[in-house]
C-alpha cells in the first residue's frame, strides 16, 4: 500500500454524499461475525477520514467501534487487510448506486458510459478514497471482481444490441479496466484535463466497436442522478 493513498495529507476527506449515505445504512439481517466485521469497516472509514491511512491505528479503531483491540484482530491481521476492505465495500456501494442511477436505461452503450464516468467521478470527488481503491485492486484482485458482474451485464447488453463488436470478452474488459482505472489515477493526481471522464468514456465505446460520432454523442450525455435511498 503505497502513501499516494493519503497524499500526503494528515486527513482524508469525507465521501461523497451519494456514497456516504449508503456505506452507514444498517445491514439487516446478516450473521454476527459479518455484521461486526461491517462495523468495524466503517468505523475505519472514520478513522482514516480524521488520520489518513499512516495515522490510523488498529487501537483508535477499535475504539471507534467500541470494541476490544482483539476483536479487531479476529478479523483483520494488519492494516493493510483494514484498508483492503474498506475498499471492497466503496466498491461495492459505488457500483450499486451506479446501477440504481441506471433504472430505465436500457441501451448497454449509455449504460457502459455511465459507469466508465462515474468511476472517474469519485477520483474528481474523493482523490484520495479513489487511490486507496487503486491501489488495493493492484494487491487484491477480489476487489476487480466485485465489479466485474456488473461491467460484464453491460458489456454483454451493448453486443446484444449490436453496438459493441469485441473480439472476445476478456479483451474488452482488459480494455475497460485498463482506460478507466488510469484515468482515474490521472484524475486523483491533478493530472487531467476538464471534462476527461467524458472523453475516457468515447475512447472505451470507440474501442469496444462504435463509432466516433456515435460514441461521443452517448458518452456526452448527461449523467444521470444517484436517486434518494429508498426507505
Same mark, same amino acid.
Given at each position: 500500500?503505497?502513501?499516494?493513498?493519503? *497524499?500526503?495529507?494528515? $486527513?482524508?476527506? !469525507?465521501? /461523497?454524499?451519494?456514497?456516504?449515505?449508503?456505506?452507514?445504512? /444498517?445491514?439487516?439481517?446478516l450473521a454476527k461475525r459479518e455484521r461486526t466485521r461491517v462495523?468495524?469497516?466503517?468505523?475505519?472509514? %472514520?478513522?482514516? &477520514?480524521?488520520? +489518513?491511512?499512516?495515522? #490510523?491505528?488498529?487501537?483508535? *479503531?477499535?475504539?471507534?467501534?467500541?470494541? &476490544?483491540?482483539?476483536?479487531?484482530?479476529? @478479523?483483520? %491481521?494488519? %492494516?493493510?487487510?483494514?484498508?483492503?476492505?474498506?475498499?471492497?465495500? *466503496?466498491a461495492d456501494t459505488l457500483c450499486r448506486r451506479i446501477a440504481?442511477?441506471?433504472?430505465? =436505461?436500457?441501451?448497454?452503450?449509455?449504460?457502459?458510459?455511465? +459507469?466508465?464516468?462515474?468511476? =472517474?467521478?469519485?477520483?474528481?470527488? $474523493?482523490?484520495?478514497?479513489?487511490?486507496?481503491?487503486?491501489?488495493?485492486?493492484?494487491?487484491? /484482485?477480489?476487489? !476487480? *471482481?466485485? =465489479?466485474?458482474?456488473?461491467?460484464?451485464?453491460?458489456?454483454? !447488453?451493448?453486443?446484444?444490441?449490436?453496438?459493441?463488436?469485441?473480439?472476445?470478452? #476478456?479483451?474488452?474488459?482488459?480494455? =475497460?479496466n485498463g482506460a478507466v482505472a488510469q484515468a482515474m489515477r $490521472?484524475? #486523483?493526481?491533478?493530472?487531467?484535463?476538464?471534462? @476527461?471522464?467524458?472523453?475516457?468514456? &468515447?475512447?472505451?465505446?470507440?474501442?469496444?466497436?462504435?463509432?466516433?460520432?456515435?460514441? %461521443?454523442?452517448?458518452? @456526452?450525455?448527461? !449523467? /444521470?442522478?444517484?436517486?434518494?435511498?429508498?426507505?
Open positions: 500500500m503505497n502513501d499516494v493513498m493519503n *497524499l500526503g495529507d494528515p $486527513s482524508i476527506p !469525507l465521501l /461523497p454524499e451519494a456514497l456516504a449515505e449508503s456505506v452507514w445504512r /444498517p445491514r439487516p439481517g462495523q468495524l469497516v466503517q468505523a475505519a472509514i %472514520k478513522v482514516f &477520514t480524521a488520520r +489518513g491511512f499512516a495515522g #490510523a491505528t488498529m487501537q483508535e *479503531l477499535a475504539a471507534v467501534a467500541g470494541m &476490544t483491540t482483539g476483536t479487531v484482530y479476529n @478479523h483483520f %491481521k494488519t %492494516k493493510e487487510e483494514v484498508a483492503s476492505a474498506v475498499a471492497l465495500l *466503496l440504481d442511477s441506471q433504472q430505465g =436505461i436500457a441501451e448497454g452503450a449509455q449504460r457502459m458510459a455511465i +459507469g466508465n464516468q462515474r468511476y =472517474i467521478w469519485l477520483a474528481e470527488q $474523493s482523490p484520495q478514497w479513489a487511490s486507496m481503491m487503486l491501489d488495493v485492486a493492484a494487491a487484491a /484482485p477480489e476487489l !476487480l *471482481l466485485e =465489479i466485474r458482474d456488473y461491467v460484464l451485464a453491460d458489456l454483454r !447488453l451493448g453486443v446484444k444490441q449490436k453496438a459493441f463488436r469485441i473480439p472476445s470478452e #476478456a479483451a474488452a474488459m482488459d480494455l =475497460i $490521472s484524475v #486523483a493526481l491533478g493530472l487531467a484535463p476538464p471534462n @476527461h471522464g467524458r472523453e475516457v468514456a &468515447t475512447c472505451v465505446l470507440r474501442g469496444l466497436g462504435m463509432e466516433y460520432a456515435a460514441a %461521443k454523442e452517448v458518452a @456526452h450525455r448527461p !449523467l /444521470p442522478p444517484f436517486p434518494p435511498m429508498a426507505g
